[in-house]
């Protein structure tokens, strides 16, 4: 589960299907509690400098990139490639698979690459708790 100021969280469930293959199902709530989207997704592990980089295909074929890492034993963050920064500074005839990974490997450690990160804990873990109990004294 991963929660957002407003009050709207996310929640994201792994499935492994192959070595370093996963597929993701992505549900959207809003604040108040009304699922605002359902996606799957497929997403490739790669490792590219010091991160731990998605490849997620989402269900239309196209792809998406986010910086993963744990944070501790039940909590880890995601983070998206910015999609402004990449139109601005990733100019290129074709995109290849290639070129992509050499942009990447080149700005992976700039954090105007990556939008703002997005903390997750695991359903019913004590870090969830804490969360959870946070969230109700706040009035959410």
Do not use: C
Request: glycine fraction near 6%; charge should be neutral.
């Amino acid at each position: 589960m991963g929660y957002h100021e407003d009050g709207s969280r996310e929640e994201v469930l792994f499935s492994k299907a192959a070595a370093s293959v996963f597929d993701v199902t992505h549900k959207e709530y809003e604040a108040n509690n009304k699922l605002g989207g359902r996606f799957q997704y497929r997403v490739y592990s790669t490792e590219i400098g010091d991160y731990e980089l998605f490849n997620i295909e989402k269900q239309d074929g196209k792809y998406l990139f986010a910086k993963f890492g744990w944070t501790g034993k039940n909590t880890f963050y995601l983070q998206a490639v910015n999609k402004d920064y990449m139109d601005k500074n990733f100019k290129v005839d074709s995109v290849t698979t290639q070129n992509l990974r050499h942009f990447i490997s080149e700005h992976v450690n700039n954090e105007k690459l990556y939008d703002e990160k997005l903390e997750f804990y695991r359903r019913d873990s004590p870090e969830h708790e804490k969360v959870k109990t946070f969230m109700r004294k706040s009035g959410f």
